[in-house]
């Protein structure tokens, strides 16, 4: 097997007296498609920002493509590879759609070509309609699409999706998933937070599960569903003990 | 579309019409006194809107590099006899090494933060000029040594006319500057520090590096335009060149009153507040001295509150008004 795209290896993060990320431990490959999912504030959007750079870790070690990327500005983690989508939206709100993207593919590109950069990624996520409009205008939908755009445009390697599904119909579900697989197949590697389970079972070929912090379980979506820990974490200690008298029927 | 068609030419004829004005009028008048100054401050909204404008960093102390500039120039032609434009451009390299010292502990400050630590640091510069008097002269001022027979090389000149066209092309260098940054990468680079610095960290915009890139052009120009108003103004002190009042709100002030980030802003801030000072001054000047402050705050009080986008937005919204458009869409234009 290849070395792994991102190593990270026991990383914490504190905030005064709480432990956010709690000595966490796993591996992506490139290629692949992780979700990492758990309950509200088990602490997966700060492992997006130890990750990204946007705060460093108090302790533990991450490596993309083989060298130290923990504690790095997160401009410089972006130069690397590897960016994020924000789960609550951090557009450039009075910039055009296409000025939001532009400024993602000023990372590799002068910018005459980040611009045609744009167009195709408008073109590719389905936003060239509204390429001229304030991202300040549109819908949630909307918004969390041209982050996708943006993030895409500064051409990383490993791109952290932050709950970009939220408010989504299925319809638009399906799309996204489409699109994330495509992606993959002409070579960016994904790590997804998504509250949606069937959509998380349906995309992700792998799932890391987080409670308080810690990295609870690391498996296939199969696996996972019949995780007494992880069924546990989510459905309280009382439903998982009567579910283990009974036979197992997947999610 | 035809917006952006017609916006060149719409300055090309601004230019035009600014180069005959003096034509018409005494070259050695007040009125021309009065234009060559509403030109400086012009310039000067417009080098603080590279930074307070497109990044939204919001300085108070670019009296700072203006005083540079101002001193340096003076100083050495003083003592060396140097041209002014040789020491305007040494002036420049000093303003944007006090610009990157300034930066290191400004940088990651925001908000009324980074106001507030400008403002002091403007202010320290003040204190340090009209305390250093073996090499500033002092409270006292310092006279720019007159030479009978100017020249530009030596930047003097008979009447004021030589200066007025100075400050145009100016003017006209310091606009064409702010277009390129505005429309270029930087330019968006500084767009998205101000939205939303940390999403523009993470998409790989180096946002320090930007701003402070943004902060050395500010002040080099800032720096050169203070050599150009002592070789008008022929004396001055630190109380003028360094002032809170006279240069470093003026110059925020411009810009935001006439639209900040917008290339017309502050060309049009200085059109308003420079002759509206002067007006305030000579009508309540010699009854009054309090008064005309208290108008001319006034004024600015009424106009904020009228608009807080500025005047230029309150211009295109009586446009639209009149020619029944919606206005909201302009807000990005110019």
């Known amino acids: ?251 | 579309m035809t917006r952006q068609r017609l916006l060149p030419v719409l300055l090309f004829a601004g230019v035009i019409i600014l180069a005959l004005i003096p034509l018409g009028l005494d070259p050695r008048g007040y009125e021309m006194r009065i234009l060559c100054i509403t030109l400086l401050f012009a310039s000067l909204g417009q080098a603080w809107n590279i930074v307070g404008g497109l990044a939204n960093q919001i300085s108070l102390g670019h009296a700072a590099y203006f005083g540079i500039g101002a001193y340096t120039s003076t100083i050495l032609l003083k003592l060396f006899s140097l041209s002014p434009w040789l020491g305007g451009v040494i002036g420049m390299i000093l303003a944007v090494a006090f610009a990157l010292l300034l930066s290191l502990p400004t940088a990651r400050l925001k908000g009324h933060y980074y106001a507030l630590a400008t403002l002091a640091a403007g202010e320290a510069i003040r204190v340090i000029a009209n305390s250093w008097a073996d090499v500033t002269g002092g409270p006292v001022g310092i006279s720019v040594p007159y030479l009978p027979d100017g020249s530009l090389w030596m930047m003097q000149f008979s009447t004021v006319l030589p200066n007025y066209y100075l400050f145009l092309a100016a003017l006209v260098v310091i606009c064409l500057v702010f277009w390129k940054i505005k429309s270029g990468a930087l330019g968006y680079r500084l767009r998205a520090i101000k939205e939303n610095e940390q999403a523009a960290e993470v998409i790989g915009v180096d946002t320090y590096r930007s701003k402070l890139i943004a902060a050395c052009v500010s002040a080099a120009i800032t720096a050169f335009l203070g050599t150009l108003y002592a070789q008008f103004q022929f004396f001055f002190d630190p109380d003028t060149v360094f002032g809170v009042a006279t240069i470093s709100v003026k110059m925020a002030l411009i810009a935001i009153l006439g639209g900040v980030g917008r290339l017309s802003g502050p060309l049009v801030g200085a059109a308003f507040i420079i002759p509206m000072e002067e007006m305030a001054n000579s009508y309540f000047g010699s009854s009054a001295a309090g008064l005309s402050q208290f108008a001319y705050g006034a004024i600015l009080v009424l106009v904020i509150l009228l608009n807080p986008h500025g005047l230029t937005a309150l211009f295109a919204q009586l446009r639209d008004r009149f020619t029944g458009k919606g206005g909201s869409h302009d807000r990005s234009v110019a």
Request: glycine fraction near 8%; charge should be negative.
């Open chain 1, 1 to 251: 097997m290849t070395a792994p795209l991102l190593e990270v290896r026991g990383v914490t993060r504190r905030f005064g007296g709480l432990i956010a990320v709690n000595d966490v431990t796993f591996d992506v490959h490139a290629g692949e498609i992780v979700g990492l999912i758990g309950p509200n504030g088990a602490g997966k959007t700060t492992l997006f920002n130890l990750l990204t750079g946007v705060y460093p870790p108090s302790s533990g070690d991450i490596r993309l493509e083989g060298e130290a990327s923990g504690g790095l500005k997160p401009h410089k983690i972006a130069r690397r590879g590897m960016t994020k989508t924000f789960q609550n939206v951090a557009l450039f709100m009075e910039s055009s759609v296409l000025d939001n993207v532009v400024t993602g593919g000023l990372l590799n590109n002068a910018l005459p070509e980040a611009r045609d950069k744009a167009r195709q990624i408008l073109d590719r996520v389905g936003l060239s309609a509204i390429a001229d409009v304030r991202a300040g205008d549109l819908s949630f939908p909307e918004r969390a699409r041209v982050e996708v755009a943006r993030a895409l445009c500064t051409e990383p390697k490993l791109l952290l999706l932050d709950e970009v599904m939220a408010a989504l119909t299925p319809a638009e579900m399906e799309e996204v998933i489409d699109l994330v697989r495509s992606l993959r197949d002409d070579g960016t590697t994904f790590i997804v937070v998504e509250h949606h389970m069937k959509a998380v079972m349906k995309l992700c070929e792998r799932l890391l599960v987080l409670n308080f912090g810690e990295l609870i379980a690391d498996g296939t979506p199969t696996e996972i569903s019949r995780n007494d820990r992880v069924i546990e974490a989510y459905l309280g200690a009382n439903f998982a003990k009567k579910q283990a008298s009974q036979p197992v029927e997947t999610a």
